[in-house]
């Protein structure tokens, strides 16, 4: 008898770790590759969630945003277990959204055997963007300038009102909380970042455990083996401190087994592409694993294994290099960069402001660029003697040179608009005063020079390899 079942558990482990290969292999072919940047809106989504129908989704208006944006629930499937899954209450938070117009495209294959056995197991209701009027000025509140995850009890936001409604008419028996953190949350102790984050929040200031919840921590270890084989290493969990005003902490109190997703950072995805077919592989992983009813043999104490997330990471840590001191004494510290994201009009392009997040021993934390290299001796980013014309002016003076001579702050006769600028320097009036010194949340524009020479200039944040001249080509005579 132990034999069989452990014969069976592993069938069960297989099955779910060929589920994963699947879905990560098959991704391309369900990708909704209209949307390809986390800048979306409402009237870009409108155009998909249209084609839903005819697809076999039912698409009903759930009701408005306080603007008067439609915002809408989609379903699918005939199963007797239900799950509700709601995205971008954070206007600004859309990973999720752009992976649920994925799994709609999964679960729209009617010739599919596996989709269509989900859908007999589950009857599945979406909420995507939630938050309409905060994606169009891609920001996190509403309109009304509400945080509506604090507003689960006083439902100020029709936005709340529609979530509480919904859940409340529908009872599901699980929720998928859907949002993005930022991208300087690492894993526990490690380097790694928490490209995925989860948290089955509690339901009281006790934190306590009830079967329910635990059904959610088990469905999350779930989708944890599953993230674990692409990503090992790169899956925290949230603090599970009690907020008595926010959804997911109330929806878990209202009956629903509740599963809080934050989508983190992951290197070289600014758009967060990859991260959201991670989100594509782990709704459904997890949809799978309450549909088997799968998750219901899995031990919850892994759950509690998942390392908690901390935010130690940046973009680029500088270790152990050398500044002086006003009287010229050396120091020694490490640098840590961070880079904020700005808006161009129409949220789009992003563009990035660098600043020094943090000075001193940080061996602590961590970046997503690491420069660890003896000798470097910090020195100040030189400003072009000349006020030249226009960026054209700066080109043809030759960019790599410009960077090799020290220069990393360029006057214009005429500026660019405010922050948008496609040279590494930083352009700057007449009048801009230099910054003295090396301080924190001010900018990091610097060099880096090693045996005297410029080996690295940082500039807003970014670090600009400053390669050695190749020797010239000679045209020299041979005299014998
Ligand atoms: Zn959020």
Same mark, same amino acid.
């Not at 779930?222 to 790169?234: D, F, K, R, Y």
């Given at each position: 008898?132990?034999?069989?079942?452990?014969?069976? @558990?592993?069938?069960?482990?297989?099955?779910?770790?060929?589920?994963?290969?699947?879905?990560?292999?098959?991704?391309?072919?369900?990708?909704?590759?209209?949307?390809?940047?986390?800048?979306?809106?409402?009237?870009?989504?409108?155009?998909?969630?249209?084609?839903?129908?005819? @697809? &076999?989704?039912?698409?009903?208006?759930?009701?408005?945003?306080?603007?008067?944006?439609?915002?809408?629930?989609?379903?699918? $499937? #005939?199963?007797?277990?239900?799950?509700?899954? %709601?995205?971008? @209450?954070?206007?600004?938070?859309?990973?999720?959204?752009?992976?649920?117009?994925?799994?709609?495209?999964?679960?729209?294959?009617?010739?599919? +055997?596996?989709?269509?056995?989900?859908?007999?197991? =589950?009857?599945?209701?979406?909420?995507?963007?939630?938050?309409?009027?905060?994606?169009?000025? !891609?920001?996190? #509140?509403?309109?009304?300038?509400?945080?509506?995850?604090?507003?689960?009890?006083?439902?100020?936001?029709?936005?709340?009102?529609?979530? +509480?409604?919904?859940?409340?008419?529908?009872?599901?028996?699980?929720?998928?909380?859907?949002?993005?953190?930022?991208?300087?949350?690492?894993?526990?102790?490690?380097?790694?970042? /928490?490209?995925?984050?989860?948290?089955?929040?509690?339901?009281?200031?006790?934190?306590?455990?009830?079967?329910?919840?635990?059904?959610?921590?088990?469905?999350?270890?779930?989708?944890?083996?599953?993230?674990?084989?692409?990503?090992?290493?790169?899956?925290?969990?949230?603090?599970?401190?009690?907020?008595?005003?926010?959804?997911?902490?109330?929806?878990?109190? %209202?009956?629903?087994?509740?599963?809080?997703?934050?989508?983190?950072?992951?290197?070289?995805?600014?758009?967060?592409?990859?991260?959201?077919?991670?989100?594509?592989? /782990?709704?459904?992983?997890?949809?799978?694993?309450?549909?088997? *009813?799968?998750?219901?043999?899995?031990?919850?104490?892994?759950? %509690?294994?998942?390392?908690?997330?901390?935010?130690?990471?940046?973009?680029? @840590?500088?270790?152990?290099?050398?500044?002086?001191? *006003?009287?010229?004494?050396?120091?020694?510290?490490?640098?840590?960069?961070?880079?904020?994201?700005?808006?161009?009009?129409?949220?789009?392009?992003? !563009?990035?402001? &660098?600043?020094?997040?943090?000075? &001193?021993?940080?061996?602590?934390?961590?970046?997503?660029?690491?420069?660890?290299?003896?000798?470097?001796?910090?020195?100040?980013? *030189?400003?072009?003697?000349?006020?030249?014309?226009?960026?054209?002016?700066?080109?043809?003076?030759? =960019?790599?040179?410009?960077?090799?001579? &020290?220069?990393?702050?360029?006057?214009?006769?005429?500026?660019?608009?405010?922050?948008?600028?496609?040279?590494?320097?930083?352009?700057?009036?007449?009048?801009?005063? /230099?910054?003295?010194?090396?301080?924190?949340?001010?900018?990091?524009?610097?060099?880096?020079?090693?045996?005297?020479?410029? +080996?690295? /200039?940082?500039?807003?944040?970014?670090?600009?390899?400053?390669?050695?001249?190749?020797?010239?080509? $000679?045209?020299? %005579?041979?005299?014998?």
């Amino acid at each position: 008898m132990r034999q069989l079942i452990l014969i069976i @558990m592993t069938l069960g482990t297989l099955h779910a770790q060929d589920f994963t290969n699947q879905l990560m292999e098959q991704y391309p072919n369900f990708k909704e590759t209209s949307i390809n940047h986390r800048r979306f809106k409402h009237s870009d989504l409108l155009p998909l969630l249209e084609k839903l129908p005819a @697809m &076999g989704f039912k698409v009903e208006q759930a009701g408005q945003s306080y603007q008067g944006r439609s915002i809408y629930l989609v379903s699918i $499937g #005939r199963g007797p277990l239900t799950a509700l899954l %709601w995205s971008q @209450m954070h206007g600004n938070e859309t990973t999720a959204t752009m992976a649920m117009l994925d799994i709609f495209n999964y679960l729209g294959q009617t010739e599919s +055997k596996s989709v269509q056995q989900l859908l007999d197991q =589950v009857t599945l209701y979406f909420i995507p963007m939630l938050n309409p009027d905060g994606a169009e000025l !891609f920001q996190r #509140r509403t309109s009304q300038g509400i945080d509506m995850n604090r507003d689960a009890l006083r439902l100020q936001c029709p936005e709340s009102r529609i979530l +509480k409604e919904v859940r409340d008419r529908l009872q599901p028996d699980f929720g998928f909380n859907l949002h993005d953190q930022n991208i300087f949350y690492n894993v526990g102790y490690s380097s790694k970042p /928490a490209t995925i984050s989860f948290l089955a929040p509690a339901y009281n200031q006790e934190k306590e455990a009830n079967p329910q919840r635990e059904d959610a921590m088990k469905v999350i270890v779930a989708m944890n083996e599953a993230l674990q084989t692409v990503i090992p290493g790169q899956v925290g969990k949230y603090d599970d401190t009690f907020e008595p005003r926010a959804f997911g902490d109330n929806i878990q109190n %209202w009956g629903t087994r509740t599963i809080l997703i934050e989508s983190g950072g992951y290197a070289d995805d600014p758009e967060k592409q990859f991260i959201r077919q991670l989100n594509f592989m /782990a709704i459904l992983s997890g949809l799978h694993a309450i549909g088997s *009813k799968e998750y219901s043999q899995l031990d919850v104490s892994k759950y %509690w294994d998942i390392p908690l997330n901390e935010s130690n990471l940046n973009d680029v @840590m500088i270790r152990d290099v050398e500044l002086k001191d *006003k009287q010229g004494a050396p120091f020694y510290a490490d640098i840590a960069i961070r880079r904020e994201e700005h808006d161009h009009e129409g949220n789009s392009p992003i !563009f990035y402001q &660098g600043t020094i997040e943090d000075l &001193g021993d940080l061996s602590t934390q961590f970046g997503y660029q690491e420069i660890t290299e003896e000798g470097l001796v910090i020195a100040p980013g *030189k400003i072009y003697p000349d006020v030249l014309a226009d960026q054209q002016a700066v080109r043809d003076l030759g =960019v790599a040179d410009l960077l090799q001579q &020290g220069y990393t702050s360029i006057s214009l006769d005429e500026l660019p608009p405010k922050g948008f600028n496609e040279l590494p320097f930083d352009l700057i009036t007449n009048e801009t005063k /230099a910054v003295e010194g090396l301080k924190v949340d001010q900018p990091a524009t610097f060099l880096l020079l090693k045996n005297e020479t410029v +080996k690295y /200039a940082v500039i807003n944040g970014f670090v600009h390899e400053v390669v050695e001249p190749i020797d010239r080509v $000679g045209y020299g %005579w041979v005299y014998r």
